[in-house]
Structures are given as structure tokens and as C-alpha cells.
Nanobody, 123 residues
């Protein structure tokens, strides 16, 4: 079992930046990749980015690439999502997820999910 805990969310103004963290514990040797998703009220869960735990491969949603950067620190068993120039439409609950598979944009391929962290961007 892998336990994931997100942190770093909050209320920010438009054009601010945030760096979300996802701390993994438990059977972290099961993690092959980590992904970040978000879900806004009334909308479906949206893929943001994913990274192989070795760090050699990343995938991004085309619409967010350039503003959002995924990374990880294996020594700390922690993944990160750096978000720049935030916009009100970025307001959502942000989730990290872990999988035994290569990086993927498909939520069903992830075995473990965190509880999420709220990000609210005011205009």
C-alpha cells in the first residue's frame, strides 16, 4: 500500500506561483510513476502531468505545458508540481497519484491517490 499526501495549496492571486508537494509513504518501491490531476467544481478530473520515478520521462497536458512543471525527489519520496502565472481558471482541487505503470494521462491507470489540496486563484 502507498499513502500519498498533498500539500502546498491555498488562496493566491492571479499571476502568482505555487509549488505543490506530494509525499509518498508505505510501499514506495511499488511506485513507477507519479501523476498530477485536478478537478474543478462541476468538471471532470483533468490530467496535468506525470513523471517516471526515475525521472527519465515526463508527460504534460498540452494546454498546461510551459506553465506547470513536474519533478520528484527520490531521496525524500516526494513529487512536486510547480505552477507559474496562475489564472482563476486554475482553481481546483489538485491530486497526486501513483502507479506501477509508465507515466500516463489516464486516471484509471493509477493505483493510489491522495486526498487532494485546494488551489484557489482570485482575479
Amino acid at each position: 500500500q502507498v499513502h500519498l499526501v498533498e500539500s502546498g495549496g491555498g488562496l493566491v492571486q492571479a499571476r502568482d506561483s505555487l509549488n505543490l508537494s506530494c509525499a509518498a509513504s508505505g510501499r514506495t518501491d511499488e511506485i513507477y510513476s507519479m501523476g498530477w490531476f485536478r478537478q474543478a467544481p462541476g468538471k471532470e478530473r483533468e490530467f496535468i502531468a506525470a513523471i517516471s520515478w526515475s525521472g527519465g520521462r515526463t508527460e504534460y497536458a498540452d494546454s498546461l505545458k510551459g506553465r506547470f512543471t513536474i519533478s520528484r525527489d527520490n531521496a525524500k519520496n516526494t513529487g512536486y508540481l510547480l505552477m507559474l502565472i496562475l489564472r482563476p481558471e486554475d482553481t481546483a482541487i489538485y491530486y497526486c497519484a501513483a502507479t506501477r505503470l509508465p507515466p500516463s494521462s489516464i486516471p484509471d491507470r493509477y493505483n493510489y491517490w491522495g486526498q487532494g489540496t485546494q488551489v484557489t486563484v482570485s482575479s
